[in-house]
């Protein structure tokens, strides 16, 4: 069933001892008399391929005279009957099928619509179009283009041609030029020249386009896909952007579509059945082990949740396997993780959100906030105006001015004057960012109980110089070593980690390839019964002494040699709190602001605000890489970190975080 030198990765295999006849009567009588055997119906046609399914049709009609796939509509109901129907058809007439309903009526389903042009083959697509004019006795261009409209219909009408090259032979120069000009098209020119977007990612082939990408990111220093979101909007902006994940990653672009048919509240039944009859015989497994990785739970178990009743057993089915009880990570989940390890590799320059303001007077400065608190009541909007609007060099300044002109403690006034979650931003924002991180590691290991979490995230994440400057401001102000507070308050590999980490001694040099093989090899060993060279001591040596960029090498060498990503193997090793250090100093390593975005997504997801946790990212990173992670935020969530901050807080504190933010994605 796999073309041939290629592995068959769906979840629905040829049954074997197929004999059409038998199945046929076997469904006979599952819907024979009062009620169905919906049990009998789900288990044989889940478990036939579609080519024999379409063999059971043509025996039913011979044996009864009565159309199959009407007797099922009529025994069955709801999700169930639409699924087991789906199943029924031939993959051609099944996207026929959900075309036509996507443009009958009122309204177009243009989230279908891109789906299935978007990841569709040449020859997927020309059996598409046959089958819509065999079914429906319409031509299938003729009615999209006249149920849409603009660039949208345009690219559309691109790829229901079905004549994207697909030589893997690439030209270099041609790769070059091709980044080159969808570079000039959208974020070097005025305005947007869409057909250049249109012609490039319409008509290249996938591997060519993959490699146009990588070199669009060297060129841009940003993805691709930031700047179709940038530069394009609505519906063609959508399909351009499924275009591009589905040139990446088919099997990624469908195990997103499938977790955000079923997070939140309610379910997309029409797109899950859809994706999950499509697949089960083209690359089902990929999109399972993909889904694995990228969601930390399996697809077999969303489906468990999210469904009931023999629907839901009838999806597990086409699913094919419980990933979580296996434990195991694929090729194509490795393939999806060196590429995002290739992609960190190449240099992107980071950009806070807060910058020097010109024309800066101290003096002036100090005397609007003098102005702003004295007397009856507060001018919190002032404050918030001049201290988000400076930068950390300047607010230094600005104390020193306060102190020259009123004799007072610029610090000691706003502590007295805000109050709640707002005075906890300000006064942060007044300290130097080693005294900021001091304290917040201060707060984390005093009084009872430690927060871990604080403790992993800077010292995990902060850079030699940053780590010496923090240990200089915990002397100062607490008259302790930042090491012996660590020390005494942590144990066991966490601690050690921790005091490797505070020592700021990380190699700072390029990759050494020889040397990244052999750390590779060291990671990946886990038969050595030497209690001095335990796994934990290995990755510790490795990951907490190692440059970045020799670190990249390192995890690219892993996955060549076990097909895991390192991170996966760390959360399937180890535990505690051990295992979340390393797992946030890989994906630092991996991707800086994109772990930065992950913790703002989880400070403001669900009931309630970890206002301790926003406040200090939003300080922390505001002039260091605050406009990166606003870029992934949007990138991971679908929504700008602006909107959820908008959505989640309120008042001046609001007020304040969204000037730190810099602006609406």
């Known amino acids: 069933m796999a073309p041939q030198g290629k592995v068959y990765r769906g979840s629905v295999k040829d049954f074997q001892g197929f004999d059409a006849n038998q199945d046929a009567e076997a469904l006979y009588n599952a819907m024979k008399g009062f009620g169905s055997d919906k049990e009998a119906i789900l288990d044989l046609i889940t478990s036939r391929s579609n080519k024999q399914r379409v063999e059971i049709c043509q025996a039913y009609k011979s044996l009864y005279g009565k159309d199959l796939i009407a007797d099922l509509k009529y025994e069955l109901t709801g999700k169930f009957e639409r699924l087991i129907v789906s199943l029924m058809r031939p993959p051609a007439y099944g996207d026929a099928k959900e075309i036509k309903d996507a443009i009958?009526?009122?309204?177009?389903?243009?989230?279908?619509?891109?789906?299935?042009?978007?990841?569709?083959?040449?020859?997927?697509?020309?059996?598409?179009?046959?089958?819509?004019?065999?079914?429906?006795?319409?031509?299938?261009?003729?009615?999209?283009?006249?149920?849409?409209?603009?660039?949208?219909?345009?690219?559309?009408?691109?790829?229901?041609?079905?004549?994207?090259?697909?030589?893997?032979?690439?030209?270099?120069?041609?790769?070059?030029?091709?980044?080159?000009?969808?570079?000039?098209?959208?974020?070097?020119?005025?305005?947007?020249?869409?057909?250049?977007?249109?012609?490039?990612?319409?008509?290249?082939?996938?591997?060519?386009?993959?490699?146009?990408?990588?070199?669009?990111?060297?060129?841009?220093g940003k993805p691709i896909e930031r700047s179709i979101r940038g530069e394009l909007s609505g519906d063609f902006e959508k399909l351009m952007l499924a275009v591009v994940k589905c040139i990446r990653s088919t099997a990624e672009y469908f195990a997103e579509r499938l977790y955000k048919a079923m997070k939140g509240l309610g379910t997309r039944d029409n797109t899950l059945i859809r994706i999950m009859v499509s697949r089960s015989e083209i690359d089902m497994l990929d999109i399972r082990e993909v889904f694995r990785t990228k969601y930390e739970k399996s697809l077999y178990n969303m489906i468990k949740e999210d469904t009931s009743g023999e629907y839901k057993k009838a999806l597990l089915k086409l699913c094919g396997g419980d990933d979580d009880a296996a434990g195991e990570f694929f090729p194509e989940a490795a393939q999806v993780a060196y590429r995002m390890w290739e992609l960190s590799a190449v240099k992107v320059e980071l950009r806070g959100t807060v910058q020097p303001a010109g024309d800066f007077n101290d003096d002036g400065d100090a005397q609007v906030l003098r102005k702003a608190m004295k007397g009856l009541g507060t001018d919190e909007g002032a404050i918030i105006e001049v201290l988000t609007k400076r930068s950390n060099a300047q607010r230094q300044q600005i104390l020193k001015a306060y102190k020259a002109h009123y004799g007072r403690d610029l610090m000691a006034d706003l502590k007295s004057e805000l109050s709640g979650s707002l005075a906890?931003?300000?006064?942060?924002?007044?300290?130097?960012?080693?005294?900021?991180?001091?304290?917040?590691?201060?707060?984390?290991?005093?009084?009872?109980?430690?927060?871990?979490?604080?403790?992993?995230?800077?010292?995990?994440?902060?850079?030699?110089?940053?780590?010496?400057?923090?240990?200089?401001?915990?002397?100062?102000?607490?008259?302790?070593?930042?090491?012996?507070?660590?020390?005494?308050?942590?144990?066991?590999?966490?601690?050690?980690?921790?005091?490797?980490?505070?020592?700021?001694?990380?190699?700072?040099?390029?990759?050494?390839?020889?040397?990244a093989h052999e750390d590779a090899k060291k990671l990946a060993d886990v038969s050595s019964n030497d209690s001095s060279d335990s796994l934990e001591t290995r990755f510790l040596s490795i990951l907490c002494t190692r440059s970045y960029p020799h670190l990249c090498r390192v995890f690219q060498e892993f996955i060549k040699m076990t097909n895991h990503d390192v991170e996966h193997a760390i959360k399937k090793r180890m535990s505690g709190d051990v295992r979340d250090a390393f797992v946030a100093i890989v994906r630092s390593v991996k991707n800086k602001p994109a772990f930065f975005a992950d913790k703002l997504y989880k400070s403001?997801?669900?009931?309630?605000?970890?206002?301790?946790?926003?406040?200090?990212?939003?300080?922390?990173?505001?002039?260091?890489?605050?406009?990166?992670?606003?870029?992934?935020?949007?990138?991971?969530?679908?929504?700008?970190?602006?909107?959820?901050?908008?959505?989640?807080?309120?008042?001046?504190?609001?007020?304040?975080?969204?000037?730190?933010?810099?602006?609406e994605d």
């Not at 690439?170 to 249109?198: P, R, Y």
């Open 604 to 663: 403001m997801k669900g009931a309630g605000t970890d206002e301790r946790t926003l406040t200090r990212i939003m300080i922390s990173r505001s002039e260091i890489d605050l406009l990166n992670i606003r870029g992934e935020f949007i990138d991971l969530f679908d929504k700008s970190l602006h909107h959820m901050i908008e959505k989640d807080t309120s008042g001046d504190y609001r007020k304040a975080l969204l000037a730190l933010c810099g602006g």
């Open 424 to 515: 906890k931003l300000i006064l942060g924002l007044m300290l130097t960012p080693a005294q900021y991180d001091a304290k917040q590691l201060r707060k984390a290991v005093e009084g009872a109980g430690t927060d871990e979490s604080v403790l992993i995230e800077i010292m995990a994440t902060r850079n030699n110089q940053e780590i010496r400057a923090i240990n200089e401001a915990y002397q100062e102000a607490y008259h302790k070593s930042l090491e012996d507070d660590l020390s005494s308050d942590t144990s066991g590999h966490f601690k050690r980690i921790l005091v490797s980490l505070a020592l700021g001694n990380r190699d700072e040099g390029p990759d050494n390839p020889a040397q």
């Open 104 to 220: 009958s009526g009122v309204g177009t389903d243009e989230k279908c619509l891109i789906e299935i042009l978007a990841s569709r083959t040449n020859q997927q697509i020309h059996d598409l179009v046959a089958a819509y004019k065999d079914a429906y006795e319409r031509d299938l261009e003729a009615d999209i283009v006249g149920d849409t409209s603009g660039h949208f219909k345009k690219m559309l009408v691109v790829l229901l041609q079905g004549a994207r090259e697909e030589d893997d032979v690439v030209s270099e120069d041609l790769v070059e030029q091709d980044a080159k000009d969808l570079l000039e098209a959208g974020e070097l020119k005025w305005g947007t020249d869409e057909a250049q977007f249109i012609y490039i990612l319409g008509r290249r082939s996938r591997q060519h386009l993959r490699l146009v990408f990588d070199e669009y990111l060297k060129i841009a």
